[in-house]
């Protein structure tokens, strides 16, 4: 829907912009026709912690700094001129549209089709890892360029893990707000000063630690549509 809302308004911005709230809407009324209700599984127990949201917030940040680096890497050693064709696209757009794409309605309308459907028709057959994976690379293929697809497919895990803890959107799509935020303020220098092999791939490492911490201990049977109320 964005691509085609884009194509004909002219706008990838205004594109994301319009689609990311019709694409929430119409998950929340799919999800309470065919749940009857947005979750009604309680929280995990490690989700109730405090601990628990340091390590996400380090993750976030690990996941950020190690895809932008690879990234930034991809792009001067590969190039990408649909990232090119992105990039312009934002720099083109005006400022209040670019911000209320990215930190509004390209979270929700993402993590609402992401992990709002995707994931949780995938966990009604599949254990928490593949339906994480699967999900997190349709997230990132979705963004069409190498480039983004590096940037995209650890913040996928790292959000379908809290998912999988919650059963809720709305911290998904803030977590997904803030990384979008932090492409914003963060200097491009830093990620720069990081982009090499050495560098990123250590910072990856430590976002997959951390993801090992955050997986999810309910057992795989629990999924949505067998064992437990959908999600």
Known sequence: MTLTVGL??????LGAAVSGPVVFGAVVVWRRWA?????????????KET??????????????LGGQSLA?????????????????????????LLLF?????????????MRGLIHPLLRRRWPVLASALVSSAVFAALHGNL???????????????????????WPVVALHALFNLASVV???RLVEAMATPAVFAAVLLGAAAVLTVLYPTRGDDDRDGRTSSPR
Do not use: I, K, M
């Open 35 to 47: 749940f009857g209700a947005w979750s009604s599984r309680p929280v995990s127990e490690q989700a």
């Open 186 to 188: 963060v200097p491009v």
């Open 72 to 96: 930034v890497w991809l792009h001067s050693a590969l190039g990408s001129s649909a990232f090119d064709t992105a990039q312009s696209a934002q720099n083109a757009a005006p400022v209040a």
């Open 147 to 169: 480039v983004q697809v590096a940037v995209a497919l650890p913040l996928g895990v790292l959000l379908a893990f809290v998912y999988e803890h919650v059963g809720r959107l």
């Open 8 to 13: 004909l308004a002219g706008s990838a911005v």
């Open 101 to 113: 794409a990215l930190l509004v309605a390209a979270p929700a309308g993402e993590e609402a089709l």
């Open 51 to 64: 601990r628990f949201w340091v390590f996400v917030l380090v993750g976030l940040v690990l996941c950020f």
